[in-house]
């Protein structure tokens, strides 16, 4: 080929590394010659108890309409959200996951010459994002590997044009409070766009972490990102939203790609928000997932970062990559954060109890404590 085709790409782009997903189970198992059946995937922050049976039935009921195009307005998913959230329909921007929501913002609202704020070891979709449009990112050193609010805030210049920040972390877990939130909203400038992502929000319950919701009315600069893809089990058919004022919403709507959320997806999110048994459910599940894995951590002597979401960042105090390879030959898919500027840690995440037990017992074996 005589022509560089990377060349010709904006600079930004040809700078950038593909997004690393979680290791697929089949492609453990062909690489490796095991039984998929025998495999444990950890590394996705997947709700392991499969989809709701009610999404699973409105699915079923939808598959004779697959020669349709979706409703592109979203008009159910958007009222149901709505009436669920406070906000009216014209604050909802509907995404294919919550990544979707993201880029839509660097589209919208990143260019060259203009900045997004975000932290050290934050979501990997900031940063790809706001390259990819030609922006610069300036990223905050973390603190106890979380959110610097007040370094971030002090980070925002004339060219800052949107901060990205998350509660729960990914792939930390840390999070921040309602005081903390509230000081740092009241300072930003009303022409930066706060995100507050909050894909793991479903995992918290009474007030141990705040509500973006509570906070819409007041600031008109900020917009709240949330998903199906984490507590609500959907995390195949892609299907995130964004709440914001009006205005905002009308500008991300006019960048979104027409049908960007399938008609499958649009009619299992319908159903999942009247699912409530299921989230609870999803909920228990986590929280006794969590205390499992803590307990079986302590029991190996390790040390993790406390997590507010559905997974817990493990640190082995040494490069955890042929530590990760090792669980890889016992049948368990962890997720290696190297990228992340964490290489000592893996993330792990929060299964069902044979599924933890599986994982814990591959840890002693290959860190030979069992």
Not at 57 to 76: C, K, S, V
Not at 123 to 145: E, H, L, N, R, S
Not at 263 to 288: F, P
Request: hydrophobic content about 45%; glycine content about 8%.
């Amino acid at each position: 080929m005589s022509c560089d085709f990377l060349a010709l790409a904006q600079p930004g782009v040809q700078k950038l590394s593909p997004y690393v997903p979680g290791k697929p189970v089949d492609e453990l198992a062909r690489e490796l010659d095991l039984d998929p059946a025998g495999i444990v995937k950890l590394a996705s922050n997947e709700n392991p108890l499969g989809p709701s049976p009610k999404a699973l039935e409105t699915i079923r009921e939808q598959l004779a309409e697959l020669t349709r195009y979706p409703d592109g307005n979203g008009f159910e998913l958007k009222s149901r959200l709505a009436e669920r959230c406070g906000v009216t329909p014209a604050q909802v921007t509907l995404g294919n996951g919550s990544n979707d929501i993201l880029d839509l913002v660097a589209r919208a609202y990143l260019a060259p010459g203009l900045n997004a704020v975000f932290s050290e070891h934050a979501f990997a979709v900031y940063p790809i994002a706001t390259q990819a449009v030609g922006a610069t990112g300036k990223v905050v050193p973390a603190v106890d590997y979380g959110h610097d609010l007040p370094a971030m805030l002090a980070a925002i210049d004339a060219n800052t044009r949107v901060v990205f920040i998350a509660n729960p972390n990914n792939p930390t877990g840390t999070w921040f409070g309602p005081r903390a939130l509230e000081d740092f909203l009241a300072q930003v400038p009303e022409n930066v766009l706060v995100v507050l992502d909050e894909a793991y929000i479903e995992y918290a319950e009474g007030d141990e972490l705040p509500d973006g919701l509570d906070y819409l009315a007041r600031y008109p600069n900020l917009l709240v990102s949330r998903t199906f893809s984490k507590a609500y089990g959907l995390a195949a058919l892609r299907v995130g939203y964004g709440l914001s004022s009006a205005q905002v919403a009308d500008v991300l709507n006019r960048v979104r790609q027409p049908f960007n959320v399938n008609s499958l997806a649009l009619a299992a999110a319908c159903a999942a928000l009247d699912d409530a048994d299921y989230l609870a459910e999803s909920r228990r599940v986590n929280d006794a997932g969590m205390r499992q894995l803590e307990e079986g951590l302590r029991a190996l002597d390790l040390k993790w970062i406390p997590s507010k979401g559905n997974f817990i960042a493990v640190d082995f105090g040494r490069d955890a990559a042929p530590i990760n390879q090792a669980m890889l030959r016992e049948g368990v898919i962890l997720r290696p954060v190297g990228g992340y500027g964490m290489p000592t840690f893996l993330r792990i995440s929060i299964g069902l109890a044979h599924e933890n037990a599986r994982c814990l017992e591959a840890l002693a074996k290959v860190l030979g404590r069992g």
